[in-house]
């Protein structure tokens, strides 16, 4: 599991930041691709990475301002021409299925895979099966912004197969049954017991990204003792007043959530393309003085997941 930033700037292109996207990697998983947001390029953001549109399975939008979804029409129909033909699940607020679907018909885009919209709702799963679950909350932006939970589920533990080769118990059926934790009877007499032999459970990962919002309390909820919260970080901590006004958060503010939610680490995004070079090292470097695990994100930065009884998050460019 990994995230890679295909846009990490605030509002319009920029020369050294596209507007917002995050591919969510769950290669390893379930040999798919998940989008959060599609700024205006993000097909080209793509293009400079080895993410193959039809491996992406779901897109979820936070909000349906421009520079979060104006990058749809054009990698549906790339997605299309390149050969994807599995379904495309779409969520989204209300809103995002008209503009979706009047973007193919007004150019006359036909896809060659069906589309699905769903409308997101809180205090229920939006999406949910044996491996993970999806949550949304609203935010706080003017305009209906979401944040998306997702949850993996814990992982049953590891068969010990060098405990039973020890003890000379062949390879085979048997392994099936001890690893459901069975006991099991032996050619030679011996009964063995599965629960002996299966390792304790991994729990499973959480990440936390969220629309552009405000300080909201629904941020920490959503937040909640996860690996990776991805937070907005368009004002300095001097501003406050301007985030306020203009429903935004600094990076104060962003810390601030992830330190209250007991998060593991704080990734930094939608950054104003005011703040170049050094002044954006400042962000990351302010809102260390609240939460130290927080690093500012660029394009095509790269986070892997790691569970959590192995290392740290691993960041790489």
């Not at 392994?175 to 299966?198: A, I, M, T, W």
């Amino acid at each position: 599991m990994e995230l890679q930033f295909l846009g990490t700037g605030a509002g319009v292109p920029a020369k050294h930041r596209n507007v917002t996207s995050i591919a969510l990697k769950l290669l390893d998983e379930r040999n798919e691709v998940w989008l959060f947001d599609c700024g205006e390029g993000t097909q080209m953001q793509i293009l400079r990475t080895n993410i193959r549109p039809r491996k992406i399975e779901k897109i979820f939008i936070t909000h349906l301002h421009g520079d979060h979804i104006f990058g749809l029409p054009g990698l549906l129909s790339s997605r299309s021409f390149q050969g994807g033909d599995t379904p495309l699940e779409i969520y989204g607020p209300k809103g995002i299925e008209t503009f979706v679907k009047t973007s193919l018909a007004v150019s006359q885009t036909r896809l060659g895979y069906p589309l699905k919209f769903i409308e997101l709702v809180e205090d229920q799963p939006i999406f949910q099966d044996q491996h993970f679950s999806v949550y949304t909350k609203k935010l706080d932006h003017g305009i209906a912004s979401y944040g998306f939970r997702v949850v993996e589920h814990d992982h049953k533990g590891e068969l010990q197969v060098e405990k039973l080769q020890e003890l000379n118990i062949p390879a085979g059926p048997i392994y099936g049954k001890l690893k459901k934790g069975e006991s099991v009877q032996l050619p030679d007499g011996r009964v063995v017991d599965g629960k002996q032999f299966v390792g304790p459970d991994k729990k499973g990962r959480i990440v936390t990204i969220l629309g552009d919002t405000r300080k909201t309390a629904n941020s920490v909820v959503l937040a909640q003792d996860c690996d990776v919260l991805v937070h907005e970080s368009t004002f300095n901590k001097n501003e406050a007043k301007l985030a306020k006004n203009y429903f935004h958060s600094t990076t104060y503010q962003a810390a601030e959530v992830a330190k209250e939610a007991a998060a593991k680490s704080l990734l930094l995004t939608h950054i104003s393309a005011r703040y170049l070079g050094k002044a954006a090292q400042e962000l990351e470097e302010e809102a260390r003085e609240v939460f130290a695990n927080t690093r500012i994100m660029k394009d095509f930065d790269t986070v892997d997941i790691p569970f959590r009884e192995e290392e740290k998050n691993e960041f790489r460019k």
